[in-house]
Every structure is written in C-alpha cells, then in structure tokens.
C-alpha cells in the first residue's frame, strides 16, 4: 500500500487510460477513415505508454520527497516517506525511474526514426522535476506546470503519431485538422479541470504551505477569495460545456450530446452547488476528488466521438 500511494497508481492507471482512449477512439478511427497505416505498431504503443508512465511514477516519488515536511503537517500520520519508507527511497526512485524511462524514450525514438522524439521524455522528465524543487512553491506557475502536463497526457500520443508520420512520409492529411481539433479540445478540457482543482488542493494544504513559505492562491488571497475565484472559473467552464453541447448537438453526434448534458455538465453544477457551500479547508477535500471523477468522465467521453459516423 505504500509504493501503491507513493507513486499514485490510480493517476498513473488515469493516464494510461487516457493514452489509450486517445488511441483507439479518435487516431485510429480517423487513420482508418482515411486508409492510412498506422506508423506506431501495437508494441510501440504499449512501449510509449509505459515509457512515460514510468516517468510519471518517478515524478510522483520526488515530489512526495520534498514535500514531506508539508505532507507532515497537513495530513499527519498519513505521509508515505519517512513514516513507511525511507526518505531517500523517494529520490533514489525518481533517478531510477527517470533514468529508465528517458532510456526507454530514447529507445522507442530510435525505433520511429524521429530525432526531435529523443527530446520528449527529457522534456517531461524536467517539467516534474522543476515543478516539485521550483515551480510548487511559487505563485500560479506551479498549477500552470501540472495543468500542462495534463494537456501533455492527451497531446503526447498526438505528438508521437503525427512525428512519426511524417518520418513515414505517408500523412492523414484529410483528417489531421480533425485530429488537431480533438486534441486541443480535449487537451484544454485536461488543462482548464486540472488548473481548477491545483488551485482546491492549495487550499486544503494551506497550513502546511505557509510553514514552507509557498506562495500560491490561496495563501496570496486567503480561502475566502480564493473560492470566490474558483467559482469564477468554474462558472466560465459551465458556459464552456454548454456552448459545446450546442455545437455537438449541430454536428449530430447525438451519442457525445446525451453524456455532456446528462452527465458532465450536472456533475459540474453538482462541483459548483458543493463549492459555493464550502467554507472551511476541510470542505474543499471532497472537492478534488469530484474533479478527479469529473476529469475521467470528461475523457471517457471520447469513446463515443467513434460512435458517430461524421467525422468531419
């Protein structure tokens, strides 16, 4: 239970699922549509994948090892590092991990003969580096960082396929706007849910981050200000969902329309009603989690752009 916690499996089974439904519900649908081969094989899918959840879970190890004094006082009794396993077990982890998966990237690189490939797994492998010793202690660009990596979960195999493409010289050049589209769509939908619940974990941290002269948020403005931000957001996010609705509805992807409007956009008034009650820290626990569900629903969603037979 302790690796199970430290390295944050169920993120990490998230971002699989996300890579795959990426995949096999919107590039494999389109490349078909178009008749054109696949450049990744199913091997070297499954190596991509495992690549940079490999990165992740090193990623995940450092974090928890510089932010152990902070876990400490905001979740007493329940920090992996230093109360189950070693402190230097957490470092030691994310070199091990980030030396195999930059290795392993390095690797299915050369296989899909694209230089630029080479660079992608360093990249990530920085951001989460540079995100746990830097970036989490500043003011807004700590959540910018996490909500980009998780635009980078859906762009990346977007990266790898259209990279490799071009390494083929074979190219779905009918689809690729649509594609593109998806991705962003998407891609942005992960960034803007992920920014929003940054901003709700510094909140319910609060206590510990001012021990460790963080400067996020919630300690810049205070709990109460904060939440009114954070509705802000997620009012824009709501009027987001039903412009989208609209045009989904336009497109006659009936199947996509019924999960927005039965689904995700109650699930966010749900999120909102739960927000504008909360007050103290404690109340905004609840509310990560509801985004973490709300995000899997969100990328769930695309199975069903598969199910329409308009694809552009």
Not at 156 to 177: E, K, Q, R, T, W
Request: glycine share 6%; net charge positive; charged share 15%.
């Amino acid at each position: 239970m302790a690796y199970f916690r430290l390295f944050r499996v169920v993120n990490l089974l998230i971002m699989a699922l996300t890579m795959i439904f990426i995949k096999f519900f919107l590039i494999d649908p389109s490349i078909g549509f178009e008749n054109v081969a696949s450049p990744l094989s199913d091997l070297q899918f499954i190596w991509l994948v495992a690549t940079y959840i490999v990165i992740a879970a090193g990623g995940y190890a450092i974090n928890d090892y510089y932010d152990v004094g902070m876990d400490e006082i905001n979740r007493p009794g329940k920090t992996v590092l230093r109360n189950k396993l070693s402190l230097s077990f957490g470092q030691n982890m994310f070199f091990v991990l980030t030396a195999i998966g930059v290795l392993s990237g390095f690797g299915l690189a050369y296989t899909l003969k694209s230089t630029t490939l080479y660079f992608m797994p360093v990249f990530v492998a920085a951001l989460f580096w540079f995100y746990t010793t830097k970036y989490k202690r500043e003011f807004v660009s700590g959540n910018l960082v996490v909500a980009f990596l998780a635009f980078l979960n859906i762009g990346i195999v977007y990266i790898y396929y259209i990279l490799s493409f071009a390494g083929m010289g074979d190219f779905p050049v009918n689809m690729f706007p649509y594609i593109t589209k998806i991705v962003v769509i998407y891609g942005s939908f992960a960034f803007y849910v992920t920014f929003i619940r940054e901003i709700v974990k510094d909140v319910v941290d609060i206590k510990g981050d001012k021990e460790f002269d963080c400067k996020n948020i919630a300690i810049r403005f205070g709990v109460k200000d904060t939440k009114t931000i954070l509705l802000v957001l997620s009012f824009v996010l709501l009027a987001v969902l039903l412009v989208f609705a609209y045009f989904v509805w336009t497109l006659n992807k009936d199947y996509l329309f019924w999960f927005i409007a039965v689904v995700l956009i109650p699930m966010w008034i749900y999120f909102i009603t739960n927000l504008s009650r909360a007050k103290e820290t404690e109340d905004f626990k609840p509310l990560a989690l509801s985004l973490k569900i709300f995000m899997v629903a969100g990328i769930v969603s695309l199975q069903l752009l598969a199910m329409s037979n308009q694809w552009r």
